[in-house]
């Protein structure tokens, strides 16, 4: 058999203390050296993962470790207008679950982070918008909400972000997670975003694949 690739590194990389029931999905800081990021914290599970309809309650948490093989989770990130923007989104009979799936991106030019996350809002019937959410400033103590950057509006949801290069013609096709609503059997695909700006509202694009 050919040698693996891979080493895995025995131990776990973080370890959930009794404040969460799971933690998962880092974004680090590349201008800390990878030392300082977000991680998603579930801090209680309502139904079983197994059968549909499961709701999980999330916090996004700073983490810290001198090393890539060892992370210590900290406090809850503050961002600023986060409540505002959250109420904004949420309709009567709406129950918004907690931010998740954090991904950080630094403007070269300007320094600033963006940080981009899932915004989870389940209805009363279990039905749950999925928004792209994004925030920015100097650092993970400086974040401020914006509206996010892709609105789920009934014919796709937007998740778990995957930032392209810019191309030639200056702007970029991001890469997302979303929802295949017109078939019969729901599934995840993923889909273009069209972006001419990374702070400012996208565009939906086709679907990949």
Not at 9 to 19: I, L, N, Y
Not at 38 to 45: A, G, L, N, P, V
Not at 46 to 55: F, L, P
Request: charged share 30%; proline share 3%; glycine share 8%.
């Amino acid at each position: 058999m050919p040698e693996s690739l891979y080493i895995e590194h025995k131990g776990k990389a973080v370890s959930p203390d009794a404040r969460f029931k799971h933690v998962m999905a880092i974004a680090l800081d590349q201008r800390t050296g990878y030392k300082d990021g977000i991680i998603r914290c579930i801090m209680s599970r309502e139904g079983d993962i197994q059968i549909k309809g499961y709701t999980d309650r999330s916090e996004l948490h700073k983490i810290r470790g001198d090393s890539l093989e060892h992370f210590e989770i900290g406090e809850r990130l503050n961002i600023k207008n986060e409540k505002e923007i959250i109420e904004k989104l949420t309709e009567k009979g709406e129950n918004f679950i907690g931010l998740e799936d954090p991904d950080i991106w630094i403007d070269e030019e300007t320094n600033l982070m963006h940080v981009y996350f899932t915004i989870p809002i389940r209805s009363n019937d279990k039905k749950t918008k999925t928004h792209l959410g994004h925030a920015v400033g100097k650092d993970l103590d400086s974040l401020e909400m914006t509206m996010p950057v892709l609105v789920d509006n009934g014919k796709f949801r937007a998740k778990e972000l995957s930032v392209a290069p810019v191309n030639t013609k200056g702007f970029r096709y991001n890469l997302i997670e979303s929802k295949d609503r017109n078939a019969e059997t729901s599934y995840s695909i993923v889909q273009v975003a069209i972006v001419e700006d990374m702070g400012k509202p996208w565009k939906c694009g086709n679907r990949q694949g």
